[in-house]
């Protein structure tokens, strides 16, 4: 962590905490769910009630993470957390977890999601200077497959067998135990105070700043119907894992391990790509590499298939997110960050709330398989359409470049949003 300064190491230390908990509980929910119920629909939806909230609420979360103090904005939306996930599990212990309990969940955790992940989207670029904004990003990116997608879903599965209600707590702990990490946090420049207006007024100042930026809004646009597509297959991956492929609960964690093998690999290498090709081939390599992933995942029948692709998958998405993190963070000023960083993310999450209400429905239509084929197709088509834009469009004149001269660079968050 040398060179990049106390700030960023508190960030960096709070952010693996938080990413310990969510991990495992990632992989805990969808066998929580599975274990209740078997209705694909009904295993979609709780993936869609936890990403709604990102529709409904993200742009005035925006315009709150741009008024307030943001360290402490996340230290007590953690906390928030901290307390609807020990709930949760406190129901799972006594076997009260039902579906609407689930569903209420995650949407109060969605909810907290949009402040917090808003608020910490915009810290980095306030402790860490332009110039070191890739290696920061690629730092922050390998903590997070690392831990989040590489070690803590076996974990979780693990300790789902062992106990149901044990994942959720550890969660709950974990949430809190970051909030205490983030509220030691030093070294944040405060954003420059704006003219306090109307939440209304606020929101449009966002809105019409991203949609002005020919690049972003090029980007935010794709990237949310490639989110649908997504979303569509991986909503009811936990059900794929176990109908299709015959995994067990050990087994639905070690996939979500090859994904993270891959994105792990995908962020390490990030920055030799992006400093070696043109962000234009990376965009374009990317809608083939999702396109083929649809593809590949729905001819497998095997887990020896399956996982090669998601490895190959878990690459393209760390360098996807490379490009577009960056960018947005070398762009987008200060005092407007947490509103524009608020429209991306509706956009991004939202592409994952619709995708996740459509794949269940697929695949209570024609098999389990569908979601991947129909989303294999809708990528062929957006990859027509893209790949001009992406070739010429964007990344073409040097407003859309860092202050620094370098090309600006790339979000799920989320999981990380793509």
């Not at 495992?24 to 769910?33: F, N, S, T, Y």
């Not at 409904?56 to 979360?61: I, Q, R």
């Not at 402040?115 to 980095?124: E, H, R, V």
């Not at 999450?349 to 991947?372: N, Y």
């Amino acid at each position: 962590m040398a060179g990049l300064g106390r700030g960023f190491n508190t960030l960096w230390a709070a952010t693996i905490v938080s990413n310990i908990g969510d991990g495992i509980a990632a992989a805990a929910a969808p066998l929580l769910v599975a274990s209740v119920t078997d209705d694909p629909v009904l295993v979609g939806l709780a993936v869609f009630v936890q990403q709604l909230p990102w529709v409904l609420f993200s742009l005035v979360s925006g315009v709150f993470v741009d008024r307030l103090d943001r360290r402490w904005l996340i230290v007590v939306v953690n906390v928030l957390r901290g307390l609807v996930v020990g709930v949760l599990a406190l129901a799972v212990w006594q076997d009260m977890a039902t579906i609407p309990v689930i569903y209420a969940a995650g949407f109060l955790l969605g909810t907290c999601e949009t402040l917090s992940d808003n608020a910490s989207g915009t810290l980095i670029p306030m402790i860490v200077k332009s110039a070191d904004l890739p290696r920061a990003n690629a730092r922050m990116q390998t903590a997070f497959f690392a831990v989040n997608q590489f070690a803590a879903p076996p974990l979780g599965a693990a300790l789902f067998v062992m106990a149901t209600a044990l994942p959720f707590g550890i969660n709950a702990v974990t949430f809190v135990l970051a909030a205490v990490l983030f509220s030691t946090l030093r070294g944040v420049r405060r954003a420059t105070p704006a003219e306090r207006r109307s939440v209304r007024a606020d929101i449009g100042e966002g809105l019409r700043w991203l949609w002005n930026h020919s690049t972003l809004r090029m980007l935010t646009v794709v990237l949310f119907l490639m989110n649908i597509t997504y979303m569509a297959g991986f909503s009811i991956l936990v059900l794929y894992s176990r109908d299709r492929l015959g995994l067990n609960e050990y087994g639905y964690g070690l996939l979500i391990t090859a994904y993270a093998v891959g994105a792990l690999t995908g962020a390490m290498i990030a920055p030799r790509l992006q400093r070696r090709f043109s962000d234009s081939l990376l965009l374009r390599a990317g809608l083939v590499v999702e396109t083929l992933t649809h593809v590949g995942l729905a001819l497998a029948g095997t887990v020896w298939v399956a996982g090669p692709v998601l490895i190959v998958f878990g690459v393209h998405c760390s360098i996807l997110g490379a490009v577009s993190v960056t960018l947005r963070q070398r762009t987008v000023p200060d005092q407007l960050r947490g509103r524009v960083q608020s429209v991306y993310m509706m956009f991004a999450v939202g592409g994952f709330a619709l995708g996740s209400l459509v794949g269940g429905l697929i695949a209570r239509w024609i098999g389990i398989t569908g979601p991947f084929w129909v989303s294999a197709v809708v990528m062929a088509v957006l990859m027509g359409v893209a790949w001009r834009p992406f070739g010429q469009l964007l990344f073409s004149s040097g407003a859309d470049r860092g202050e620094d001269g370098h090309d600006g660079r790339r979000d799920s968050q989320a999981p990380v949003a793509r």
